[in-house]
Every structure is written in structure tokens, then in C-alpha cells.
Nanobody, 124 residues
Framework: QVQLVESGGGLVQAGGSLRLSCAASGRTFANDAMGWFRQAPGKEREFVAT????????YYADSVKGRFTISRDNTKNTVYLQMNSLKPEDTAVYYC?????????????????WGQGTQVTVSS
């Protein structure tokens, strides 16, 4: 059974940092591109960041560019999202996703597996 399990969410003050982790199991994700998405209350799920299977390509939403960094460790089947300079508007449930192709995509429909999400709350 394929599973993606996010961790590392929590409550942080504006300007602070958090590091999200997504541990994958049930298949080898070394050939899969991975992504992070988020959904705030009353809003649609939106793209945050994506990384290719090798880690050589990344892409970010304009809203997080320069503040967030996506990375992966294929030996651990884990992808990370380092979030710095957090803002109240970053408050959302953050989801990890995997697609069965190595190339990056920003559309959520391109992803085949999803985690259950982890809450990130940024206070002002």
C-alpha cells in the first residue's frame, strides 16, 4: 500500500521557520517527481513547490519563491519543504504528493499519490 506521511507542521510566529517532511512507503519514489501543495480554509488547493526525481529540477509558486526550499533524499524516500520567513498568509494544510513520472508538474491532477496533510499556522 502506497503511503505518503507528512510531518513537521505546527504553530509559528510570522518570520519564523518550519521544515516539513514527507515520508513515502509502499513503492520506491526515486523515479517519481514530488510536490507540495497547500489549502487554506475556504480556498482551493494550490501548488507550492515541486522537485524532479533526481532533485536536479525544482519549481516554486511565486508566492513562496525565495522563502521556501524543496529537497529530497532518495535513500530515505523522503521529501522536505524548508519554509523560512513565514507569513500569516502561508497558513494552510500542506500536502505532499507524488507523480509516477520523473519530470516536474505544477498541476495537482498530474499527481497520483497524496498524503493526509499537515497543518501549518502562522500567527501575526
Amino acid at each position: 500500500q502506497v503511503q505518503l506521511v507528512e510531518s513537521g507542521g505546527g504553530l509559528v510566529q510570522a518570520g519564523g521557520s518550519l521544515r516539513l517532511s514527507c515520508a513515502a512507503s509502499g513503492r520506491t519514489f526515486a523515479n517519481d517527481a514530488m510536490g507540495w501543495f497547500r489549502q487554506a480554509p475556504g480556498k482551493e488547493r494550490e501548488f507550492v513547490a515541486t522537485i524532479s526525481s533526481s532533485g536536479g529540477s525544482t519549481y516554486y509558486a511565486d508566492s513562496v519563491k525565495g522563502r521556501f526550499t524543496i529537497s529530497r533524499d532518495n535513500t530515505k524516500n523522503t521529501v522536505y519543504l524548508q519554509m523560512n520567513s513565514l507569513k500569516p498568509e502561508d497558513t494552510a494544510v500542506y500536502y505532499c504528493a507524488a507523480r509516477r513520472w520523473p519530470a516536474i508538474k505544477i498541476q495537482s491532477r498530474s499527481y497520483d499519490y497524496w498524503g493526509q496533510g499537515t497543518q501549518v499556522t502562522v500567527s501575526s
